[in-house]
């Protein structure tokens, strides 16, 4: 089940309004009654947030639940092969799926970099385009190593490309 942004939006702040006004009646009317009927008044107060609390995770839960989830990890290249005046390279991917991308941190001066950092996004689909661009980090331009791009499906995969300019990069994705 898919429910559309703005649908799922103007629902949760329908939610979120309810959830919290009606606790803050219980609080507008402590301060007109005696200090047991505060006392009474706010244990009714707490309980009544404590559930409806309750109630607005499991929601939030169960859209998640609804959604598919992405996520990218285990990125790491072997063998890359910057420009002619750089021994070793200065790595670092641009991961992207959809609207979401995000980019790693540069492994400098291997040749064998290991990036520790995930993608996720939760509104993917099999289908969907996941594309890994490797660069090599120079002072004035970075240059393109090798981009690898795959259609999405279940599960959990293990995937590797050759780099147009040398080496592999390496990635495991989950589509759950």
């Known amino acids: ?78 063998g890359i092969r910057p420009d002619p005046g750089n021994n070793n390279g200065d790595g670092y991917v641009r991961m992207s799926c959809g609207p979401v991308s995000t980019t790693t941190h540069v492994v400098f001066n291997t040749p064998n970099p290991n990036w520790h950092e995930e993608l996720h996004y939760y509104g993917a689909s099999p289908g969907n385009y996941l594309e890994l661009r490797v660069y090599d980090k120079d002072v004035i331009f970075d240059d393109l190593l090798g981009v690898c791009a795959t259609n999405i499906q279940k599960g959990t995969r293990k995937h590797n490309c050759r780099l147009s300019k040398g080496g592999y990069i390496y990635f495991t994705y989950t589509l759950s």
């Not at 939006?9 to 803050?24: G, M, R």
């Not at 009646?25 to 505060?38: D, F, G, I, L, P």
């Open 1 to 78: 089940m898919r429910l559309s942004k703005p649908y799922v939006s103007k629902y949760l702040i329908y939610l979120f309004i309810h959830l919290i006004s009606a606790p803050l009646v219980y609080k507008n009317k402590e301060r007109e009654t005696s200090s047991a009927e505060a006392r009474c008044l706010e244990t009714a107060f707490y309980e009544v947030m404590a559930s409806r609390l309750c109630l607005l995770l499991l929601i939030l839960c169960s859209l998640n639940v609804a959604q598919c989830g992405l996520r990218v990890y285990n990125v790491y290249a072997r």
